[in-house]
């Protein structure tokens, strides 16, 4: 199997790394880097737990290699938040209101929703149901995560954090 040297920024700090070829951008954030708020379930695209964002998309990593990543930015859940702490306003409306269960799914929807918040000027319960169709929970009935998108947005996005 061979092995590619990457250059790429997680989280706003600059990384280098050896990678294999077929090594997912799932695992190079997971096991490579430590950063394991990024999940790993259906191993398909389907359920958006791996979901973090490559120049400012949202991308499912477990379809992305990590030699594809190179010359990119990955912000993963851990780099969400805004520097100088405090918490993203999708992590602060998850919590406030109860938008998890058991928190397996939830960084990938956060991921999501941080892009969702800036992405779309109108969003209705609607619309926030429909940009959330590429995640998955299995312990909610989605009716809190889809609250806390729309309180998330109400709170201004990223221009909040």
């Known amino acids: 199997m061979s092995e590619h040297q990457i250059r790429i920024e997680v989280n706003g700090r600059p990384r280098t790394a050896t990678v294999a070829s077929r090594r997912l951008l799932r695992d190079f954030v997971r096991d490579q880097l430590g950063l394991t708020g990024t999940k790993g379930a259906c191993e398909d695209g389907m359920c958006g737990s791996c979901s973090l964002h490559l120049d400012g ?60 918040i800036e992405e779309e000027p109108e969003l209705d ?8 169709v590429g995640n998955i929970c299995r312990c909610t009935g989605y009716v809190r995560i889809v609250a806390s998108l729309l309180d998330a947005k109400a709170r201004g996005g990223a221009d909040a954090g």
Do not use: W, Y
Not at 93 to 108: E, K, M, R, V, Y
Not at 125 to 132: F, I
């Open 125 to 132: 319960e609607d619309a926030a149901r429909e940009a959330l």
């Open 57 to 116: 998309q949202v991308v499912k990593s477990c379809l992305v290699l990590a030699v594809e990543a190179d010359g990119h930015a990955v912000t993963t859940i851990e780099g969400l938040a805004p520097e100088g702490g405090g918490l993203h306003p999708v992590q602060q409306a998850l919590i406030d209101n109860f938008g998890f269960q058991c928190g397996f799914c939830t960084p990938g929807f956060a991921m999501t929703m941080a892009a969702i």
